[in-house]
Nanobody
């Protein structure tokens, strides 16, 4: 089992920056891919970004490319999502997820955190 705990959410002004953190514990050896998803009000959960735990390869959803950066610190079992030039449409609950397959499909991820809420003021 892998436990994931997100933090760093809060209120940010449009155009501002925020960094989300995901702390992993437990059987982290099974965390081949760690991703971020988000779910806005009255929206379905959507893929944001993913990183491979070993090599650091990344994949981003088109709406966040060039603005968000996913990174990891293997020694600390942490994954981060740096959000720059935040837009009102980025407001959502952000979830950290881990699993063996990665990609943009939520079904590929076995472990999920409880989420951290990001609110954007315009």
């Amino acid at each position: 089992q892998v436990q994931l705990v997100e933090s760093g959410g809060g209120l940010v002004q449009a155009g501002g920056s925020l960094r989300l953190s995901c702390a992993a514990s437990g059987r982290t050896s099974s965390m081949i891919h760690v991703g971020w998803f988000r779910q806005g009000p009255d929206k379905e959960r959507e893929f944001v970004a993913v990183i491979t735990w070993s090599g650091g390869a990344t994949l981003y959803a088109d709406p966040v490319k060039g603005r968000f950066t996913i990174s990891r610190d293997n020694a600390k079992n942490m994954v981060y999502l740096q959000m720059n030039n935040v837009k009102p449409e980025d407001a959502a609950v952000y979830y950290c997820a881990a699993g063996p397959r990665g990609g943009s499909a939520s079904l590929n991820y076995y472990y999920w955190g409880q989420g951290t809420k990001v609110t954007v003021s315009s």
